[in-house]
C-alpha cells in the first residue's frame, strides 16, 4: 500500500521568503502525485499534480513541485511567499486502484510579517 | 459551478444519536469519497464508491454506512454517534480513480 510522509508538522517563514515543503512517498510504481492547499474552515483545493512527464510541475499560486523518483519525494516550492499562502498544505499519492488518494498528515504554513 | 457540495456545514450530536451528512456533486464524476480530518493526522478514507450501485470500505469505515443511489449523490449515515466520531468529514469525488479530486467545504461533526 502506498504511503506519504511530511516531516515538516509547522514551517514558520517570512513574508517575501523562499519556501520548501517536503514530501517524500512510498509506491512500488510510478506514482500519481499531488500538493493539496487547505486554508482555514474551507475544502482542499489542488495546486499541482504529476503523472508523467517533465518532473518539474507547475501549479497555481506561483507554486511549483520537483519530482525525484531516486529520492521518493515531490517537494513543494515556491520563490516567495505572501501572507495570503498561510494555510495547511497536503501531499497525497494515487495508485492503480479506486481507492483515491492517501494524504501525507500536513504541514502548516506560517507566514511573518 | 457548484462542484461538491456538502450539507451540513455544522453539527452537534448527542451520544448515541444518528444522522446523514450529504453529498452532491454535479459534474458527472463517477468515483465519490468520503474522508474525515483529524487534527495532526491528515485525511483517511471512511468508504468510497466508483459508480452507482457500488461502495467499499476505506480505511476506517467503523461506525459509518454510505448508498450510492444515483451518480450524484454519496450520503455518509452516522447509525449511533459517539466521541470519537468529532471530526471534519469532507466528501470528494473524481472522473477516475487515478485523477486529481474535487473536494467539498466540509460538515464539522461535534458529539457530546
Known amino acids: 500500500a502506498q504511503s506519504v510522509t511530511q516531516p515538516d508538522i509547522h514551517i514558520t517563514v517570512s513574508e517575501g521568503a523562499s519556501l520548501e515543503l517536503r514530501c517524500n512517498y512510498s509506491?512500488?510504481?510510478?506514482?500519481?502525485l499531488f500538493w493539496y492547499v487547505q486554508s482555514p474552515g474551507q475544502g482542499l483545493q489542488l495546486l499541482l499534480k504529476?503523472?508523467?512527464?517533465?518532473?518539474l510541475v507547475q501549479g497555481i499560486k506561483g507554486f511549483e513541485a520537483e519530482f525525484k523518483r531516486s529520492q521518493s519525494s515531490f517537494n513543494l516550492r515556491k520563490p516567495a511567499v505572501h501572507w495570503s499562502d498561510a494555510a495547511e498544505y497536503f501531499c497525497a499519492v494515487v495508485g492503480g486502484g479506486a481507492d483515491g488518494l492517501t494524504f501525507g498528515k500536513g504541514t502548516h504554513l506560517i507566514i511573518q510579517p | 459551478n457548484a462542484g461538491v457540495t456538502q450539507t451540513p456545514k455544522f453539527r452537534i450530536l448527542k451520544i448515541g444519536q444518528s444522522m446523514t451528512l450529504q453529498c452532491a456533486q454535479d459534474m458527472n464524476h463517477n468515483y465519490m469519497y468520503w474522508y474525515r480530518q483529524d487534527p495532526g493526522m491528515g485525511l483517511k478514507l471512511i468508504y468510497y464508491s466508483v459508480g452507482a450501485g457500488i461502495t467499499d470500505k476505506g480505511e476506517v469505515p467503523n461506525g459509518y454506512n454510505v448508498s450510492r443511489s444515483t451518480t450524484e449523490d454519496f450520503p455518509l449515515r452516522l447509525e449511533l454517534a459517539a466521541p470519537s466520531q468529532t471530526s471534519v468529514y469532507f466528501c470528494a469525488s473524481s472522473l477516475e480513480g487515478a485523477l486529481e479530486a474535487f473536494f467539498g467545504q466540509g460538515t464539522r461533526l461535534t458529539v457530546v
Open positions: 504529476y503523472f508523467s512527464g517533465d518532473t
Open positions: 509506491y512500488g510504481a510510478t506514482p500519481y
